[in-house]
């Protein structure tokens, strides 16, 4: 809760010390011993001043609108409430470092006898920071630099800039963040980048430059984002061997897709999480603003989750998403979905399901994929409460399929051909979560309903990512 | 590629016959190709004529960057994939067609020679003028000049540069002279330089009426001034 300090309710001395006001630093000074025990939950009291030390270039109104519910408080475990909400608040922001909380009676000429003063004593982050790392990855060196500006102008606006330099390709991304004062989950941002990415699975090298703005903002319990994206992608195949379906996409197109997604996430953390669930619904119509990419995709993610006895929990999880070309041109290799790998159906190779050429697969427009886990702790909980904590051990049915949309034949018939031919596995593993971003697993998978084509890894399977099947 | 995928690839070509859905990729005709990319893609087509092989010749905007050089014309035949004249030749040899093979060692490096000058002499001329297209354009109306004078003397009153039987270099000569002759510039005077020579003319429009007319293609063909 950070520090809170309290004091009697009983006013002090008259030639007592005086209490600090904007801008110098509060002093502490000990009560005597033999001071009365109140029962302080009771009591009322009224917030009569909130103080804040340490600002420098955040401008004030941001910071009126984060504290405003710690004047409502009435009595004192209110007060101890709300302005823990509110450290939480101006700490969400992003440009403090520190935030401490001071509460203390009320001095001066206008003091009431119940009357509490705030004090947020805050440390700034600084202008600049910057970050340099060298990466090493398969027969690839980089060196990756960041820089970022928070609270570039005071209202907690934010630019960050990441470089990466490698021996096979560079990327970049600069990003510009703005929350609406006072309504922080309403903010907009703008981002240009350029990345590259290679695709052994299906023998192809993308490379995109694109810029993108969009505006979140929250309604009820869901978080919306709007997004205008508009994208140079060339595409290359990754050696002389690949197959000619992937040579026919080679090069240049222009993507020019408004996008909009909805987030419902009562979890109670993103990585192995114990109760609720999570609904995410994304669609995105390209073609529209430009650029000679046209179709419209939707696809959704759901996971439900429950704790059960002995502290495990059971967990299932569902993914969906189809590709409608607009117009007769076909879809492109980078737009479509792919299905298999650690984070997806386990038991397959990476992204090595469905329609493929000669050993490249060249994705499908439709697909689903779904999985039923049970979490439990490991086996005679080894390290309980410390380390033995972050692992977990893992049994698990997986299933999916994907394929091409042929619009010949209707709706009725693509349900039936993703209904068919089914691959699926089950296992059981270890999983490791790495703080709150990010697990790794390693599983014995045991794949079924291999149809040809597929690519396989039955046995040990390592995987690590941000976002599990 | 090394030498060895080269030889590996040209022993696997070998084996497999010519099929019949052979493909050649260029660029879109009118908006897209370039003239040193429409010559190209000619030569190889009447080489490919001239062999005897059907090739089905199919448009794409993407073609050059399909192609595994960058450069076009490629064909995609069975499942390999080959770019430019020297290559195709190659490719083509090693499945057992040649249109050289009944040449000496020294009608081959002639060949050679005038396959050089060619690609020094008109098709400098081609990009110079899609290029930059000034008034400064003197000198490489000159070379053309030459280069059209030296085949046209190597060609005299036969009908192919090499006896009767047509070679690659006639193929190349061909892409690049109905190029000059059939597209329209801003600039006549380079094909006005080419219809000096009237056996060259005669050459051009012998060979388009043998190997394209005759199988149902040419949409455009010479005129003579």
């Known amino acids: 809760m950070g520090t809170v300090h309290a004091r009697s309710l009983e006013p002090l001395p008259a030639n007592g010390p005086d209490f600090g006001a904007l801008g110098e630093e509060a002093e502490f000074v000990e009560v005597e011993p033999e001071a009365k025990q109140e029962i302080l939950e009771n009591k009322d009291v009224v917030v009569q001043h909130v103080h804040f030390d340490g600002l420098g270039r955040t401008k004030d109104d941001i910071i009126i609108c984060e504290i405003g519910d710690v004047f409502k408080a009435k009595n004192l475990i209110e007060v101890m409430r709300k302005s823990h909400e509110a450290r939480e608040k101006l700490l969400r922001l992003g440009i403090f470092r520190q935030v401490d909380v001071l509460i203390d009676t009320c001095q001066g000429d206008d003091a009431l006898p119940n009357g509490l003063d705030v004090t947020f004593e805050v440390t700034e982050l600084r202008r600049l920071t910057g970050s340099y790392n060298t990466m090493v990855g398969n027969n690839e060196g980089s060196m990756v630099l960041g820089l970022k500006l928070p609270n570039l102008l005071g209202r907690a606006e934010k630019v960050t800039f990441q470089f990466s330099y490698g021996t096979k390709e560079t990327s970049y991304g600069l990003s510009f963040f703005k929350p609406q004062p006072g309504n922080f989950e309403r903010n907009f941002s703008v981002n240009l980048y350029k990345v590259t990415g290679q695709f052994p699975w299906s023998s192809l090298r993308e490379t995109d430059r694109g810029v993108s703005a969009e505006y979140s903002f929250p309604i009820w319990k869901t978080s919306h984002t709007v997004k205008w994206e508009g994208v140079w992608r060339e595409l290359g195949c990754l050696s002389r061997t690949a197959s000619f379906a992937v040579r026919k996409e080679s090069g240049h197109s222009l993507k020019s897709s408004l996008s909009h997604a909805m987030v419902i996430d009562s979890r109670n953390s993103s990585i192995l999480p114990r109760r609720g669930a999570l609904l995410k619904v994304n669609q995105e119509l390209a073609g529209y603003t430009g650029g000679d990419v046209s179709f419209i995709k939707e696809d959704f993610e759901l996971q439900l989750n429950k704790q059960l006895v002995f502290d495990s929990v059971f967990s299932t999880s569902l993914w969906g998403g189809v590709l409608v070309p607009i117009g007769d041109k076909p879809s492109s290799i980078a737009d479509r979905f792919y299905l298999g790998g650690p984070t997806s159906v386990r038991g397959f190779s990476m992204h090595s399901v469905g329609p493929q050429s000669e050993g490249d697969y060249l994705g499908g427009e439709a697909y689903w994929a779904g999985g039923l886990h049970l979490y439990t702790p490991l086996p005679f909980r080894p390290g309980q409460g410390g380390f033995g904590e972050l692992f977990r051990t893992h049994f698990f049915l997986n299933a999916g399929n994907l394929c091409n949309l042929n619009y010949g034949e209707g709706p009725k018939a693509h349900i039936r051909k993703l209904a068919e031919c089914i691959r699926w596995s089950y296992g059981a593993g270890i999983v490791l979560r790495l703080g709150n971003i990010a697990r790794l697993e390693l599983n014995y998978c045991v794949p079924m309903g291999v149809q040809k084509g597929d690519r396989t890894c039955d046995g040990v399977q390592f995987g690590a990512g941000i976002r599990f099947l | ?225």
Request: a negative charge; charged letters at 20%; proline letters at 4%.
């Open chain 2, 1 to 225: 590629m090394s030498l060895v995928a080269e030889a590996f690839v040209s022993q696997i070509a070998a084996a497999e016959p010519w099929p019949e859905n052979a493909t050649l990729y260029q660029q879109l005709k009118g908006e897209q190709i370039l003239l040193s990319d429409n010559a190209a893609s000619l030569a190889v087509q009447a080489f490919l004529q001239m062999c005897n092989l059907p090739i089905k010749v199919v448009c794409r905007a993407n073609a050059e960057y399909m192609s595994p050089s960058g450069k076009v014309p490629f064909i995609h035949v069975g499942n390999q994939v080959v770019s430019e004249l020297g290559p195709i030749v190659q490719f083509v040899k090693a499945k057992g067609h040649s249109l050289s093979d009944g040449l000496d060692e020294v009608q081959k490096a002639e060949m050679k020679a005038y396959m050089e000058l060619v690609n020094n002499m008109l098709l400098t001329a081609e990009l110079y003028l899609q290029w930059c297209d000034e008034a400064t354009v003197g000198e490489v109306l000159e070379d053309v000049d030459q280069c059209c004078q030296a085949l046209s003397q190597r060609l005299g009153t036969q009908p192919y540069f090499f006896n009767k039987q047509p070679t690659e270099l006639d193929a190349l000569v061909f892409g690049h002279l109905y190029t000059i002759l059939t597209t329209q510039l801003t600039n006549d005077e380079l094909s006005e330089k080419v219809k000096n020579y009237s056996n060259l003319l005669a050459f051009c429009r012998r060979i388009e009426q043998h190997y394209f007319e005759d199988r149902g293609k040419g949409s455009s063909s010479i005129r003579s001034s």
